[in-house]
């Protein structure tokens, strides 16, 4: 089976991180976004993957590619436009990759979400149905932002229409970013910048034949430091329920917390709830940790505090500093001794020298 994954955003509403590594390898409870997906994809019988990417260079992800090309033994290819095709285009780009004689139906995901990835469930509600397409669904409160479904009155799950991002409410129905498409449907995608949600989706469901399932479970859209601290505490209940044994416990432990291995934390901490710590991480003496992510190589030390905020890759917290209210600290940054962050992003040379950033 195959799938595509389109990986083409700029990952603009998540830097600083972004500065340094590309969206889909940023780090979400300790493994890049992308190698959920990856994961997903394999244990649902996926072989072939295309990565439908755009402007990048896609040299870094090339080579971490090649690495879990082999430990998951999945075939991974690159698609790459030479100017953006938006959401449908990158499918008729990948056509030759995706198409082959089985006529069998391909995955294709957004690379910004995280969720439980019922995929095997998904193609049993594709052929089901007898579905051209299908596409998950998920409730959230606020649909403005999203692709929003409306279903077919009474107990059917077909779609009868889909608005991309409406201005007036229509439903509270959100497509999750996750289809299951019959090849036929790249017959209605031309090779231009083009819409999935705004061309093809009103398109099959005018016809009939696009299918929603509701997806069980959490799910989230991580590609804004708030949505991604939200993800985070979603990803760790789902943890807590279905693979505890990779939380850990203690008496400096309130809640879910995820710790790699290799990190090593001091006397007298309190550590959650909601705490994700990466590999080679040093947590000092007396510190406090609560809804946060602090990534691979970071050093806090003592008694500082970080509170619903990223720490990125290598950075370092003085004593008694405090890091708060959704502020994302990029690749080496480094928080002078008692200095105070609240809420906003921080790159380097902006460390210490932004005199609004800092509360005393
Ligand atoms: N290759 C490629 N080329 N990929 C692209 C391009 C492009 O030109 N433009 C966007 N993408 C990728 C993004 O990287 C992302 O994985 C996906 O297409 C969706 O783009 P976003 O920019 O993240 O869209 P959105 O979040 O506003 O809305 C989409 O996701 C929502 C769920 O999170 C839509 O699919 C909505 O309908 C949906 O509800
Ligand atoms: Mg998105």
Request: aromatic residues 6%; hydrophobic residues 40%.
């Amino acid at each position: 089976m195959k799938a595509l994954i389109l990986v083409g955003g700029f990952g603009t509403r998540l830097r600083p991180l972004t500065f340094s590594m590309p969206k889909p390898l940023v780090d979400f409870g300790n493994k890049p976004m992308i190698l959920h997906q990856i994961e997903a994809l394999k244990a649902a019988g996926v072989t072939e993957l295309v990565l439908a990417i755009n402007h990048q260079q896609p040299e870094v992800m090339l080579n971490f590619m090649k690495e879990y090309e082999k430990k998951l033994d999945i075939k991974i290819t690159f698609s790459q436009e030479t100017e953006p095709l938006g959401t449908a285009g990158p499918l008729a780009l990948a056509r030759d990759k995706l198409v082959d004689d089985s006529g069998e139906p391909f995955f294709v995901l957004n690379n910004d979400v995280i969720c439980e990835y019922p995929l095997l469930e998904m193609i049993q509600f594709h052929k089901t149905h007898g579905a051209e397409a299908s596409i998950m669904v998920t409730k959230v409160d606020d649909p403005s932002k999203y692709g929003v479904v409306v279903m077919e009155e009474g107990a059917t799950e077909r779609v009868e229409s889909f608005v991309e991002k409406p201005l007036h409410f229509v439903g509270n129905k959100i497509n999750a970013g996750i289809y299951l498409l019959n090849p036929s449907v790249l017959d209605r995608i031309e090779l231009r910048r083009t819409s999935i949600e705004k061309e093809i989706f009103p398109k099959i469901a005018s016809e009939k034949k696009l299918y929603a399932m509701v997806l069980p479970g959490f799910w989230m859209d991580i590609g804004q430091p708030k949505d991604y601290i939200a993800g985070q505490r979603m990803y760790l209940d789902f943890l807590r329920r279905k693979a505890p044994q990779e939380l850990v416990t203690g008496d400096h432990v309130i809640g879910n917390v995820l710790v790699d291995e290799t990190a090593v934390i001091g006397e007298g901490c309190l550590i959650g709830p909601d705490v994700v710590i990466g590999p080679r991480c040093v947590i000092y003496s007396g510190v406090r940790l609560l809804g946060c992510t602090v990534m691979r190589g970071v050093c806090i030390k003592e008694h500082a505090c970080v509170s619903n905020s990223i720490v990125g890759w290598d950075s370092t917290v003085g004593k008694w500093a405090r890091v708060v209210n959704v502020t994302v600290l990029g690749k080496d940054v480094h928080v002078g001794d008692a200095e105070v962050y609240n809420s906003g992003t921080v790159i380097e040379e902006q460390a210490s020298v932004r005199p609004e950033m800092v509360v005393v």
